[in-house]
């Protein structure tokens, strides 16, 4: 898989037939390799080995429904009282982190209503509280570490 903007971690893969399978410990089961899912894995384990995010208070592909659609968010962190605090949306390598990709994370943000908003896609990473008031993003210099975010 591609090199990406974080300290790589391993990964456990499977092959079946020309496939390869992640194990996503989140999820606790295998799921399909695609570009972003290597992304998503990637920054999941970085929240937990670098910036202390229990690991069991994360949760990858989180399900929810909007405006009476199913929507998945990518990664979802809560803090120890159950609230979500972060969410982050994960994109493939080649793709563009642009208006609409902050437009898809500020619609889950309705539902969920976190103050960290995250995008990545392995190569940039822009963090971000959405000011509802203004309709505006202020990006933050850098990710805030699990205490920070719950406090």
């Given at each position: 898989?591609?090199?990406?903007?974080?300290?790589?971690?391993?990964?456990?893969?499977?092959?079946?037939?020309?496939?390869?399978?992640?194990?996503?410990?989140?999820?606790?089961?295998?799921?399909?390799?695609?570009?972003?899912?290597?992304v998503?894995?990637?920054f999941?384990?970085?929240?937990?080995?670098?910036l202390?995010?229990?690991?069991?208070?994360?949760?990858?592909?989180?399900?929810?429904?909007?405006?009476?659609?199913?929507?998945?968010?990518?990664?979802?962190?809560?803090?120890?009282?159950?609230?979500?605090?972060?969410?982050?949306?994960?994109?493939?390598?080649?793709?563009?982190?642009?208006?609409?990709?902050?437009?898809?994370?500020?619609?889950?943000?309705?539902?969920?209503?976190?103050?960290?908003?995250?995008?990545?896609?392995?190569?940039?990473?822009?963090?971000?509280?959405?000011?509802?008031?203004?309709?505006?993003?202020?990006?933050?210099?850098?990710?805030?570490?699990?205490?920070?975010?719950?406090?």
């Open positions: 898989m591609q090199k990406l903007n974080l300290p790589e971690y391993k990964i456990k893969v499977k092959k079946e037939g020309d496939k390869l399978f992640a194990l996503d410990i989140f999820r606790k089961k295998y799921v399909s390799l695609t570009p972003e899912e290597w998503r894995q990637q999941a384990h970085y929240l937990v080995n670098e202390n995010y229990p690991p069991n208070l994360i949760v990858t592909e989180y399900s929810m429904s909007l405006n009476n659609l199913s929507k998945r968010s990518d990664i979802v962190a809560f803090n120890r009282n159950g609230e979500a605090v972060v969410i982050v949306e994960c994109k493939a390598t080649t793709v563009n982190l642009n208006q609409a990709v902050f437009d898809q994370i500020a619609s889950y943000n309705m539902k969920l209503d976190v103050k960290y908003l995250i995008v990545t896609n392995g190569l940039k990473h822009y963090c971000c509280i959405l000011d509802k008031e203004n309709s505006n993003y202020i990006f933050l210099e850098k990710i805030p570490d699990y205490n920070s975010a719950c406090g």
